[in-house]
């Protein structure tokens, strides 16, 4: 069966700190993969999103990169942190044919000082 | 972009109930999902949609694909104090991405 995994589950950071997280997927080949970010009471929303190895899409401009340097690992970066990054980031992957539902990590609580 | 409307917001009921939670689009979708988030960690998919008029149980809890593709429903019968989390409606237009709503968050009192 499939899993994913996220790590770390919190982070505490200062601003202007660079952040650097990380997801693996396990159990299936090329899967498409998201980042997603969630405001506390808030549903979530899209950042970026990967269909294949070195292929990014980004939803909304922002001060956070993503990159898949291996078919199976996913990672949300920044050069500088702000506050407004604070939030739980969740990485999910899915099957790439047709429309299939995505599947969630547990989710890493970032926290901005 | 797609916005979607979940409701309520927020859910207060007795151990035993039913619960009832929606979700309204202006736009059409081709699939809608349901999830379930619990606290510290990943939402959870509950239910898969895939054709308009589906109708699909899983246990205590049904769902349904509404005919006009702009709407989604979500019960869960004879409610138990596990049921507490936050629900999430998610519709899909394109392969993969996913819009979801605002979330439902659901009190069980035993």
């Known amino acids: 069966s499939q899993t994913i995994h996220q790590w770390p589950a919190t982070l505490v950071q200062p601003v202007g700190s660079p952040l650097s997280l990380e997801c693996t997927v396990e159990?299936?080949?090329?899967?498409?993969l998201y980042w997603y970010r969630q405001a506390a009471g808030r549903g979530l929303q899209l950042l970026f999103y990967?269909?294949?190895?070195?292929?990014i899409s980004s939803e909304v401009p922002q001060n956070l990169s993503a990159s898949r340097p291996q078919d199976r690992q996913f990672i949300l970066s920044s050069k500088k942190l702000l506050l407004s990054d604070s939030g739980f980031y969740l990485c999910?992957?899915?099957?790439?044919?047709?429309?299939?539902?995505?599947?969630f990590g547990d989710g890493t609580r970032l926290s901005i000082l | 972009g797609q916005q979607l409307n979940q409701s309520p917001q927020s859910m207060f009921i007795q151990e035993g109930e039913d619960v009832s939670m929606n979700c309204t689009s202006s736009?059409?979708?081709?699939?809608w999902l349901w999830y379930k988030q619990d606290p510290g960690e990943g939402p959870v998919l509950l239910i898969a949609?895939?054709?308009?008029?589906e109708l699909t149980s899983n246990g205590r809890l049904t769902a349904q694909f509404g005919i006009t593709r702009k709407d989604s429903f979500l019960n869960i019968s004879a409610s138990i104090p596990s049921d507490v989390g936050i629900y999430f409606c998610?519709?899909?237009?394109?392969?993969?991405?996913?819009?979801f709503g605002d979330g439902t968050t659901l009190t069980v009192k035993p």
């Open positions: 999910a992957w899915s099957m790439t044919l047709g429309h299939q539902p995505q599947h």
């Open positions: 159990g299936t080949s090329n899967p498409n």
């Open positions: 990967s269909v294949g190895i070195g292929q």
């Open positions: 736009s059409i979708f081709n699939t």
């Open positions: 949609l895939y054709k308009a008029g």
């Open positions: 998610a519709g899909q237009l394109g392969a993969g991405k996913s819009t």
